[in-house]
Nanobody, 126 residues
């Protein structure tokens, strides 16, 4: 059983930086993937980034490569998403999620994740 809760969202100007946090409560298996997804009204939830719990391998959507960095602090059981050079199109509700299966081929697929946080709003204005 895993409980996730996001925080750190807010309103920022284009070009600014923001760091999201996601506390992970409960046991996580070695093959777990921890990921970030985002969603805007009228659009489907889309993949942003993910990290493999064991090994620390990271994955990013093309739209955020070079700007966002995902990390996980084992001591604090906290997932982070450092977002730099934010753009208007980054505006969305951001969700963290956990996939106990840890299948690489589906790491960017929302349906592969069994546990979800409630989301935190990120608004970027120009």
């Amino acid at each position: 059983q895993v409980h996730l809760e996001e925080s750190g969202g807010g309103v920022v100007q284009a070009g600014d930086s923001l760091r999201l946090s996601c506390t992970v409560a409960g046991r996580t298996a070695s093959r777990y993937h921890l990921g970030w997804f985002r969603q805007t009204p009228g659009k489907e939830r889309e993949f942003v980034s993910a990290i493999r719990w064991r090994g620390g391998h990271t994955f990013y959507a093309d739209s955020v490569k070079g700007r966002f960095t995902i990390s996980f602090d084992n001591a604090k059981s906290t997932l982070y998403l450092q977002m730099n050079s934010l753009k208007d199109e980054d505006t969305a509700v951001y969700f963290c999620a956990a996939d106990p299966g840890g299948i690489l081929s589906t790491i960017g697929t929302p349906d592969s994740y069994d546990y979800w946080g409630q989301g935190t709003q990120v608004t970027v204005s120009s």
